[in-house]
């Protein structure tokens, strides 16, 4: 059975509020605030936090084609900052179907042995116990999720997986060959837009719990959120290559 991430994480974000149910928190109340948000007049998060969001609201809104030398540099940089010993490989493909063709040329053994993506959530910020600093954070969440279109974005890098299930052929053994593939190819991607949002609730969490502006754990955040800003959808991870996809309107 192919593994729906996006499931996953609409599963997890549940959980999420159901706990702040439990704290009171007028979770229903959300979404209707974030239509529109006025971020820039919001005191509840941090100014850092803030602009953010604000930059979340342009990212669509610009007419330049995504800047794949300043990604690349980004992503070095990130890379390094990470403790890589070797600066990754990295291979662009033009669209999310032509990354998931060459994947799918790994074969299912190779995939397998591939492991999951981490290359963009090697840092991860402390967990307060503090309600209201984690209602801050997930509302920060929620914000970004909605500016940075994560859910439109889920629905694009699914397509070339469900494409390649509906056109299996309908032998027992070749559909279930096709399904086991696209899980594991499932499970080496990164939703820019989706790391980019967590990035913004991260640095809201890391600021309310002492981290410095300047501080390492910062800007590795920072970095997450310009990759996607810079045009960057999405990425793959093999032994060989980060395998990367730019940015397209959804």
Same mark, same amino acid.
């Given at each position: ?12 974000? %549940?959980?999420?509020?159901? /706990? +702040? ?11 209707? %605030? ?10 509840? =998060? @941090?100014?850092?936090? *803030? ?6 609201? *342009? ?14 540099q980004t992503i070095r940089q990130f890379a390094d900052a990470s403790g890589y010993v070797?600066?990754?490989? $990295? ?7 032509? %990354?998931?063709? @060459? ?13 999951? &993506?981490?290359? =963009? ?18 509302? &920060? *969440? ?21 494409? %390649?299930?509906? @056109? ?6 070749? $559909?279930?060959?096709?399904? &086991?593939?696209? &899980?594991?190819?499932? =499970? !080496?991607?990164?939703? +820019? /837009? ?16 002492g981290a410095p502006e300047r501080s390492v754990a910062i800007d590795h955040q920072l970095? $997450? ?10 990425? =793959?991870?093999?032994?060989? /290559? !980060?395998?990367?996809?730019?940015? $397209?309107?959804?």
């Amino acid at each position: 059975m192919e593994i729906n991430r996006r499931r996953l994480l609409d599963n997890a974000t %549940a959980a999420v509020a159901t /706990a +702040m149910v439990g704290r009171g928190v007028n979770v229903f109340g959300i979404g209707s %605030a974030l239509a529109g948000p006025d971020t820039s007049t919001s005191c509840r =998060w @941090h100014p850092l936090t *803030r602009s953010l969001l604000e930059r979340a609201r *342009r990212i669509d809104r610009g007419c330049g084609a995504p800047d794949r030398y300043q990604v690349e540099q980004t992503i070095r940089q990130f890379a390094d900052a990470s403790g890589y010993v070797k600066p990754p490989v $990295i291979k662009w493909m033009n669209t999310p179907t032509d %990354a998931f063709d @060459h994947l799918c040329q790994f074969g299912l053994n190779a995939l397998l042995e591939m492991g999951t &993506a981490r290359f =963009w959530r090697r840092a991860r910020p402390p967990i307060s116990d503090d309600d209201e600093t984690f209602d801050r954070a997930f509302e &920060a *969440r929620m914000t970004a999720n909605e500016l940075l279109g994560v859910d439109e974005h889920g629905r694009l890098l699914m397509a070339p997986k469900l494409r %390649a299930k509906s @056109h299996a052929v309908s032998a027992d053994g070749e $559909i279930f060959r096709v399904r &086991a593939v696209s &899980a594991q190819i499932g =499970w !080496l991607e990164t939703s +820019m /837009a989706d790391v980019a949002a967590e990035a913004v609730s991260n640095v809201e969490l890391l600021l309310s719990t002492g981290a410095p502006e300047r501080s390492v754990a910062i800007d590795h955040q920072l970095k $997450i959120f310009e990759s996607y800003e810079r045009g960057l959808l999405a990425t =793959w991870e093999t032994p060989d /290559a !980060l395998i990367c996809v730019q940015r $397209i309107k959804v």
